[in-house]
């Protein structure tokens, strides 16, 4: 099963090459919408993103309105990934 | 020599440039009040002369500004431009867009004076207005002919700033083409937080314009805004280093 180092690698990634973040901003209490400036449609560009950089669906699960921090996004994923490895 | 300069930018042109946008505003709020058929292209119209005036006025200022510009396809068009400094709002008058729509954010609207001439125009509030709203907003004014403009950047803290991709992703929804306006100097010649007209060397460029289409994808949007923020950085870049 992909660990959590692995998720926030790959989120990480995926962020930073979509949407010019340095690792110096995506740190896990990084806010996604105060300290990362995302947008509405930001958000949903980056469902996209990140679905395409794990192979699963994220979209109907995925609420912007309860991640407010980018360690929210990884719990996320995590939880997903163990979910679907079940 | 560049502090005279300064001082003489700041106290007489800068001058000129306000008293300019005031009583031209005095002289034509009657006119444009009375006006009672498309009196919202009538403000833009006289936004866009304003604009020139202010075009005049950073010519003067500057140690020499040049225009380049490009072909622009037929019809409405969504014109985008990089933003570091309250200048740009101005600039793309140069290339004789005279009857266009801006999206702001939603602080200008607050400020006195201009959020009259603004809601008059016919522009939008970025923040106060959702999505499907704007959405519904640029089909209206695109079918009045006007052209929409955006700074993707959003602000003008950053120069070098990530291009937001909701300009695009609005061209990609409205079928419309899109084009890139590279804003060079203005950033030197009166930067963000500053109140003091530095002389500098603007080149304000228009490049081809560019179509949804080329991005296709369900990120297409997202590789736009990639795209055109470095075709136009890049000018930037190679302009200001000269």
Redesign the interface.
Known sequence: MITREEIIKRTNDALKK???FTDAQLVPTAQLKDDL?L????AV?MV??LEQQFGVTLRQGYDLRTMVTLNDLYDFIEKLARAHHK | MTRVRTWFNTFFIGGAAVAWLAVSTVLAAPFLWLKSHEKDKAVRKFVYIQSLGIVFCMRLASTGLRVKTANRPDGSCVIVANHASALDLYTVSAFGFSNVVYITKGWVFKLPFFRYVMQSAGYIDAQKTSPADMLDLCRKAVAKGCDIVLFPQGSRKDPHARFKSGAFYLAEQLGLPVIPVAIAGTQHMLPAGSWWIRPAQITLKMFEAVHPQNFPGELGHLHMAQALKKQIMDFVDKEENL
Do not use: N, P, R
């Open positions: 979509e949407f010019e400036c947008d509405s449609l930001d560009d996209v993103v």
